[in-house]
């Protein structure tokens, strides 16, 4: 992002990578992983839920928190779901709260239908985020 700055020499120490439940999102958190697992880093797999949807989305964070434990067992990776109805303004409270040096999402392909009424959340931060991005290619 253009207000985003990334120092070389600070350690990146935690590291966000926004789920929507996916199967693409297992596909990138275990790139992810396999990219920094040679350093000392703490995962955050996030998820913003609207109200309606909150059941479901426990249902599939629990799932999410089942396959790290038995995967990954041993690596420091932690599961939150987040609330809010304007999803940026959710990840960057919780990028400042926990002091994550990158954000990791995946970025999926859309109809332009799609694209023109609903930007997804990879443009949003794109264009409004402080935090250095990493990309994941669906």
Not at 19 to 32: E, S
Not at 114 to 127: Q, S
Request: aromatic letters at 10%.
């Amino acid at each position: 992002p253009v207000s985003s700055s990334f120092d070389a020499d600070k350690d990146v120490r935690n590291i966000v990578y926004a789920t929507d439940f996916d199967q693409g999102d297992y596909l990138a958190i275990r790139r992810l992983l396999t990219i920094v697992s040679a350093f000392k880093v703490k995962i955050w797999c996030i998820h913003v839920s609207r109200d309606a949807r909150k059941t479901w989305d426990d249902v599939k964070m629990k799932a999410l928190k089942d396959y790290f434990r038995r995967v990954y067992s041993g690596e420091k990776v932690s599961c939150e779901l987040l609330e809010g109805e304007d999803i940026v303004k959710e990840v960057e409270a919780f990028a400042r709260e926990h002091q994550i040096d990158l954000f990791a999402l995946t970025n999926r392909k859309r109809s332009l239908l799609a694209r023109l009424f609903d930007p997804g959340l990879t443009k949003k931060l794109l264009y409004q985020s402080s935090v250095p991005l990493l990309i994941f290619r669906a």
